[in-house]
């Protein structure tokens, strides 16, 4: 049994092996091993007994006991045979030349935008997941560009969400993902990552826009955060669950349970006008405002999840006030509901304090606190380094854990821990200019460069060499809900060849742009974090140097001119 944030070597290998074997994949995932942990049948969700035509989980059982007892030198050498086959997958080497140009970051663009959704904002169709490395990729294209359309998908689904049930209105930050295509429904599941990756989504948005409303989401975001996933050691926790207890003292819990709402539950908080103006606006129906098919389990009957159904100039439009008397209201409301819902029983957080996630999250405070220049954000992002600098790494080797929970570090660091953690150290730097940040994220490149570089095929490892356990270092590119760490690896190196003066890391991201070239070139939807990375290896890099006391009023006037403008280069 694998938590597979802990050990994601783990199940990408097991995981590679069942898509490989069956098609497809997803979590809960099984897999049966011989004793020397190689593979040979596998799948995801089996139900624990034969039901609705599908096999039960115990008759797998007693087909594999018996295929074992009969044949279990046959299913050994198959077994092997399939570690063999991964092996040469993974292994293949990198062509000599490629043709990554501007037509590649082109063709990325196209294949993003032939799956937009214009109604509803976002990319493919339901279930929806936030992805902000897409942002992170179209965004760029606009600024190199120039293309309308690029900034108008981002917006339309930064808004979207924003306004959706994906949202937490109440207590701030968003959900895992939404199980409807309109964002209404969302699996209510809170992941450190997403709140690290969307602050920084909506920052880009107001710094092109510059509209408060995208400040306004970065700040409800970072301050749920800080309220709720931030330990007293400095470090960021990792979620908060979907289920929760549906009422103090009793054993029954139900998904989202925490965060749904009836109608009288509101009008027993607030006054009549109040529920009115917040009804109207957040859709609050007498009956619940979950249509059927978002609920098979029927646990929202008679619930409502809130979600912005009118702006506020319509709702002001429509009780004949002010917008300014609505957000008053709608603020008042908002805080009478929370301090209630403080009251429930909370999902159970997931304490641990993973060094990949907290990368994440430096980056995001870091790059807050330079935009927004609020020092509280700064500050965040500072005592997480710190704490990842104190309790997860070992300046003697140059090392770092993966985990930190009450006092236990364990597991040694995976590329990612590396490459989010040197990402954060870099967008520390920009907004503090703090030395000993740019020190640290050059000697941990130098550690991941040692640990984890391919020198047959190019790019990353996932693992390093010295783990038994694992029988085939994986390499990986897809940027999924998380960039993947070879993307942000290419980043990183393209940066620092600029701030430490590296040509030499500048020339081994054009070798990891060779590793993944086939990908790049046949399906750049699937590596957005690595088609942004390219767009900085295409452009002519712009430094600006101010020259000034660093406290004095007029060097940070020039400091907020740079800042609040979007230069991703």
Do not use: C
């Not at 593979?39 to 115990?58: A, C, E, I, L």
């Not at 965004?139 to 560009?145: H, Q």
């Not at 997931?350 to 500050?379: C, E, H, P």
């Not at 990612?416 to 703090?434: C, H, K, P, S, V």
Request: aromatic share 10%.
């Amino acid at each position: 049994k694998v938590d597979r944030e802990e050990r994601p070597d783990v199940d990408k290998m097991y995981m590679t092996f069942v898509q490989a074997t069956t098609g497809s994949g997803g979590w809960p995932m099984s897999v049966f091993l011989t004793p020397d942990l190689k593979p040979f049948f596998g799948g995801t969700y089996w139900p624990p007994v034969d039901h609705y035509g599908r096999t039960g989980f115990k008759t797998v059982l007693l087909r594999v006991a018996e295929a074992w007892k009969k044949d279990h030198s046959r299913i050994e050498q198959s077994a092997t045979d399939v570690v063999e086959q991964l092996e040469k997958a993974v292994n293949a080497p990198a062509p000599e030349k490629s043709d990554i140009t501007d037509a590649t970051l082109s063709r990325a663009y196209q294949q993003i935008k032939s799956s937009y959704d214009p109604e509803h904002g976002g990319f493919g169709r339901a279930p929806k997941f936030p992805r902000p490395v897409v942002f992170n990729f179209l965004l760029r294209y606009y600024a190199r560009t120039g293309d309308q359309d690029a900034l108008h998908m981002t917006l339309h689904t930064l808004h979207a969400m924003a306004d959706g049930g994906i949202h937490d209105h109440l207590g701030g930050g968003f959900h895992r993902y939404s199980v409807d295509a309109a964002w209404h429904v969302p699996h209510f599941e809170k992941m450190l990552y997403d709140q690290a990756q969307l602050a920084i989504a909506y920052l880009q948005a107001y710094q092109i826009t510059h509209d408060p409303f995208y400040a306004g989401v970065v700040r409800d975001i970072l301050d749920y955060v800080l309220r709720d996933l931030h330990s007293a050691h400095g470090g960021f926790y990792s979620a908060e669950d979907a289920d929760s207890q549906i009422e103090k003292g009793k054993p029954e819990h139900g998904e989202g349970a925490f965060y749904l709402w009836t109608a009288g539950q509101i009008e027993n908080l607030l006054t009549p006008d109040e529920a009115n103006i917040f009804g109207y606006y957040y859709d609050v129906k007498p009956h619940g405002n979950v249509a059927a098919q978002n609920d098979p389990q029927g646990e929202f009957t008679g619930k409502n999840i809130l979600h912005v159904a009118y702006s506020v100039d319509e709702t002001a439009q429509h009780f004949g006030k002010t917008p300014a008397e609505i957000r008053a209201t709608l603020a008042d409301a908002r805080g009478k509901l929370l301090a209630a819902r403080d009251e429930r029983p909370r999902p159970a957080l997931d304490d641990k304090v993973l060094t990949a996630w907290n990368g994440l999250m430096i980056s995001a405070f870091a790059r807050a606190g330079q935009v927004l220049d609020d020092q509280t954000y700064r500050q965040a992002a500072e005592g997480a380094a710190s704490f990842i600098k104190t309790k997860l790494y070992d300046p003697q080797d140059g090392t770092l854990k993966r985990r930190y929970r009450e006092g236990d570090i364990g597991i040694n660091g995976f590329l990612d821990d590396y490459t989010n953690m040197i990402q954060g150290l870099l967008d520390l730097y920009e907004a503090t200019f703090r030395v000993s940040d740019l020190t640290w994220a050059i000697k941990l490149q130098e550690t991941q460069n040692r640990l984890f570089w391919d020198d047959k095929g190019g790019g990353y490892f996932q693992t390093s060499p010295t783990d038994k356990s694992i029988l085939v270092r994986m390499r990986d590119a897809y940027d999924g809900a998380e960039p993947s760490a070879n993307s942000v690896a290419a980043m990183n190196l393209l940066r620092l060849a600029e701030m430490a003066n590296r040509p030499a890391w500048r020339e081994r991201s054009r070798k990891l742009f060779l590793a993944f070239s086939r990908q790049i070139e046949h399906a750049p939807e699937t590596v957005p974090q690595m088609m942004a990375a390219v767009d900085f290896a295409l452009s002519k890099p712009r430094q600006v140097v101010i020259a000034g006391n660093p406290a004095s009023p007029e060097t940070r006037a020039l400091l907020q001119v740079v800042n609040r403008r979007y230069l991703p280069n």
